[in-house]
Every structure is written in structure tokens, then in C-alpha cells.
């Protein structure tokens, strides 16, 4: 396996900017989406940045099951409550506005929220809970998702990996953010392992055999046929406690749907019954909640530090050398990245520097 070779974020950033305007989106829209995309890389997660850039945003857009410019639509509002229709827009312009509306009902009223319909890819969820912890407010959003997980005993992918996310202040340098499906793993992972050519762990996917599937490829194969899917958090088993991790994807997927009447489950494939690809209309919610609604920030911060902090003080397993909180592992992955940039594998490198000749951008100058 090759070196991963590093470059700027700024630089990703600009260039993924500038490939969005290329294929159609403004140039404000366009910055939003690169910033989104490239805080995923900034915080290690490296499934949801630019690894993405072209198959899910880039090919939609190409496809026409994506439209470049979003129209935001309020079709209901309320004082504190309002429901959006992205009509198949950028889904992180989309996001980033909702959860902008969400904060200043917040702002208002103490708490906030914005149901989205007719969305597209939204990229990490953490941003938006991040976006409203910047505002000193706890955030929490989810989104459902093109169908992938299997509910208790079964093995037809039925739910999408569903992220239920939240952020929230605290007096370190960093907030506490879980950010994370409600399957074992979700297929930004195992199109990772793909592209570095490395075997999946058991227990992610289940044939439908009820074999466990180790080999990437063939698990994004399965998914996208419907012959294999993502096992719940917990696992498929009662005795694993897989029907929590079944039971909050569920959850997620009734706030992503029924609140603002939305698409769900199967109608989520992104195909027609004819099989061509048609929009994925996806749903989303996003919750604000002002701490100075019922507490003094400060105070509600350092609470917060305290019980992370005798957290990561707690008896440590033998052979562990520390404790992590949500949130922390990112903050430490942005200390380690923010001098070097992006780690870009082979397969990345060479999609860049194809977009590159594609769309005539000769004065990026890469590393590669």
C-alpha cells in the first residue's frame, strides 16, 4: 500500500469550490459545500470529505438526480418550529441554512427546530451540532439515508445508517460531539477500505446467507443490490443488543420523514422501479437548544468539562493507556492535521488530478 501524500486544506478546499461552480453551483453555495466537506478531513474523518467530492456530489450533479441550485422552501412555520423543502438541492447549503433558522428560534424561544424534505447528502452531521454549539447552544440533528440496514433479525437492507448527532459546550477546547451512524459501520467506511484495498472487520455486513462480508467491494456490491446489508449497532443478535442500534435508526428515520411528510425506507434507493437513477429526496431535522434558556452558560460549560473529565479520569482497562470523550479524538486528529492537510491515497489522487484536466483547473499545483 502506498503513502498517502498530503496537501493543504485550503488548497482542497478552493479546488472542490471550484469544481462545484464548474458543474453548476454559485459560487456562495459552492463555498459552503467545500467547507463542509473539507471539515470532515480536518477532523479525521476521512470517510466524509473529500473522498466523497466526486461520487456523491460531483456524478449526482452530473446525473441530474441532483440539482446544482438549491431552492430553500418554508412550506409551514411556527415560532419556534418550521418545515423546509430542499427540492433535490446541495444538501450542506440546505443543512447549514436550516440549522441557521433552528438557532435563531432558539435565539428566541430557547429551542428550535427545522424539518427538511427533498434533501440530498448533507455530509457530516457533526457540523450542524457544531454550528449551533458555536452559537452556545446544544445541537442535535439526523438524516435518514438511502436504504442499508437491516433491522433485527433480518438481513434485507431496509434503514439508512441514520446519524443521531449531538453537540454540546463545554469549558475545554474542544465540545463534545457524537457523530455517528446507527449501524456498526456505514458505507463512507467501506468505501475507505475499498479504496486502500483493505478487508472489512466481521460483522459489518450480512450477506443474504447470513454470512458476514469482509470484502469491501463485494459489501458496496451487495448494498447497492440489495443483496447484502449494514448489521444495527449491537450487532444482528438480540443477545449483542443490536435492536438499540435498530430502534435510534428508526428513530431517526420517523423525524426525517413523517414530521415533514417526507420519503422513507425503500423510496430512498435513488431508483426508479424501472431501475434508472432518479433523486434520493432525503429528509433531515435539526434542533437547537439555548443553555441560557435554563442555565448560565459558563456554569452549564463547566458541568459539561467536569463529567467528561472524570470520564476520561476513570480506571482505565489493563493494557489502555487513556479514555476519550466524543469529540476528542477529532479535536486530536486536527492538532495532527492542521500543519501537513488532507491525507490523499492513490485512488484520491488520481480522481483530483482527473477533475483537474477535466474542468481546466492548470493552476492548482499539487503535491502529486
Known amino acids: ?157 431496509m434503514l439508512g445508517t441514520n446519524p443521531l448527532t449531538v453537540g454540546v459546550p463545554t469549558d475545554e477546547d474542544f465540545p463534545f460531539v457524537l457523530d455517528c451512524a446507527t449501524s456498526v459501520s456505514q458505507r463512507g467506511k467501506i468505501e475507505h477500505y475499498d479504496r486502500i484495498k483493505k478487508t472489512m472487520p466481521e460483522g459489518w455486513v450480512v450477506n443474504r446467507d447470513g454470512s458476514s462480508e469482509t470484502n469491501p467491494a463485494r459489501a458496496l456490491e451487495g448494498l447497492t443490490k440489495g443483496t447484502a446489508a449494514l448489521a444495527p449497532l449491537g450487532g444482528l443478535s438480540e443477545e449483542g443488543a443490536g435492536y438499540k442500534g435498530y430502534g435510534y435508526a428508526t428513530v431517526v428515520e420517523i423525524l426525517s420523514a413523517a414530521l415533514q411528510q417526507g420519503q422513507f425506507l425503500k423510496a430512498l434507493n435513488g431508483l426508479d422501479p424501472s431501475g434508472k437513477k432518479v433523486p434520493y429526496h432525503l429528509g433531515h431535522f435539526f434542533i437547537a437548544i439555548d443553555v441560557a434558556a435554563f442555565v448560565e452558560p459558563n456554569l452549564f460549560k463547566k458541568t459539561t468539562g467536569d463529567i467528561l473529565r472524570e470520564l476520561r479520569a476513570s480506571v482505565k482497562m489493563p493494557g489502555q493507556e487513556r479514555i476519550y470523550t466524543a469529540g476528542e479524538k477529532e479535536y486530536l486528529a486536527w492538532l495532527d492535521r492542521k500543519d501537513r492537510g488532507v491525507p490523499l491515497n492513490e485512488s484520491l489522487r488520481k480522481t483530483i488530478k482527473a477533475l483537474q484536466e477535466e474542468y481546466k483547473l492548470d493552476s492548482y499545483k499539487f503535491n502529486f
Open 1 to 157: 500500500m502506498t503513502q498517502p501524500v498530503y496537501e493543504s486544506f485550503d488548497k482542497m478546499e478552493s479546488f472542490m469550490k471550484d469544481v462545484f461552480m464548474k458543474v453548476g453551483v454559485p459560487p456562495e453555495d459552492a463555498a459552503v459545500c467545500a467547507e463542509i466537506l473539507i471539515e470532515s478531513d480536518k477532523r479525521g474523518i476521512d470517510s466524509h470529505g473529500v473522498g466523497r467530492f466526486k461520487p456523491i456530489y460531483i456524478d449526482r450533479i452530473k446525473d441530474g438526480i441532483q440539482n446544482p441550485v438549491t431552492r430553500f422552501e418554508v412550506v409551514r412555520e411556527g415560532l419556534a418550529t418550521a418545515v423546509v423543502d430542499g427540492h433535490d438541492g446541495m444538501g450542506q447549503v440546505i443543512g447549514k441554512r436550516a440549522m441557521g433558522m433552528a438557532i435563531e428560534k432558539a435565539k428566541k424561544y430557547g429551542m428550535g427546530m427545522v424539518a427538511v424534505r427533498n434533501s440530498t447528502h448533507y455530509g457530516i452531521a457533526g457540523y450542524y451540532a457544531t454550528q449551533a454549539v458555536k452559537a452556545g447552544m446544544i445541537g442535535i440533528t439526523g438524516t435518514n439515508a438511502r436504504p442499508s440496514i437491516a433491522p433485527t433479525f433480518g438481513i434485507e437492507n
